[in-house]
């Protein structure tokens, strides 16, 4: 039985069933006291080794997802910003729009809550294994344009057309010219019904010919985002600068 119980201990050092190994004894006792059978005490000692590998598939995906923080929806707070639904935040939370292949716009001025949010509901997708990718607007440009540069365009595009989740941020914080409206529009239009993707801007929909310096390409992109879009308009003071205003 000894020497059963150590080939057993060998037998998962090899097939580096290390979590099995590690809570071996413990449900080889709990076995015994609780007269398990064969199956019950396996699944039990082979759920250890799932609980791990999930858990550090989840950690990888959200690492991988290159969020700016990890900040998530239990870190924010509604009574400090009530022109956002909470009720709504759940329901993306829930990811039923990534189902549905919806966009979500969040619009306001700075240090509203954009960037936590959108980041939030990410952090989301990514624990349950959605692909998902987070990236400034200035910085997938400058993406598309260097390969374009290089005649890959369509790898980086349908490298980026991957992401079930992908989480622009900052759209419109800078004035963009009509080369990379163009590359933004191609980016929209690939994922267009078939993807999800959050964005996060500061400018109002009136004022996008402004800031996209091709208003016919401008209104092409905002047609596709918006078709189907849940837009949250975020309205009110910056958390950032909260402290300076607060009144006596
Ligand atoms: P925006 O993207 O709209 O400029 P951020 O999401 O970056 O703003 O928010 C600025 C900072 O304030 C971040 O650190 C964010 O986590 C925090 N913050 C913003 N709104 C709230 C809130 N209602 N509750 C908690 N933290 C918040
Ligand atoms: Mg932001």
Request: a positive charge.
């Amino acid at each position: 039985m000894s020497s059963n119980y150590n080939q057993l201990i060998s037998n998962l050092e090899y097939l580096k069933l290390k979590h099995m190994l590690l809570h071996l004894d413990e449900t080889i006792d709990f076995a015994s006291r609780n007269s398990l059978s064969f199956v019950d005490a396996f699944l039990r000692l082979s759920n250890h080794e799932i609980d791990f590998k999930e858990a550090n598939m989840i950690k990888s995906m959200v690492k991988v997802a290159n969020f700016p923080h990890l900040k998530e929806l239990k870190d924010f707070d509604f009574d400090f910003q009530p022109s956002v639904n909470k009720q709504q935040m759940l329901d993306f939370e829930s990811l039923r729009f990534i189902n549905k292949a919806e966009n979500i716009v969040f619009l306001g001025t700075p240090g509203v809550g954009k960037t936590h949010l959108a980041t939030s509901i990410g952090i989301a997708a990514a624990k349950k294994r959605y692909t998902t990718y987070f990236i400034k607007c200035t910085e997938i440009l400058a993406q598309l344009k260097r390969a374009k540069l290089e005649n890959r365009l369509d790898a980086r595009l349908r490298h980026f057309n991957k992401y079930k989740l992908l989480i622009i941020d900052e759209v419109g914080y800078l004035p963009i010219d009509s080369d990379d409206a163009k590359l933004f529009f191609q980016l929209i239009d690939k994922r267009y019904e078939k993807r999800s993707t959050i964005i996060t801007t500061n400018i109002s929909f009136d004022t996008w010919d402004e800031v996209f310096l091709d208003p016919v390409i401008a209104n092409a992109i905002l047609d596709r985002i918006l078709h189907h879009a849940q837009v949250v308009n975020v309205i009110g003071p910056s958390y950032r600068t909260r402290n300076h205003f607060k009144s006596e």
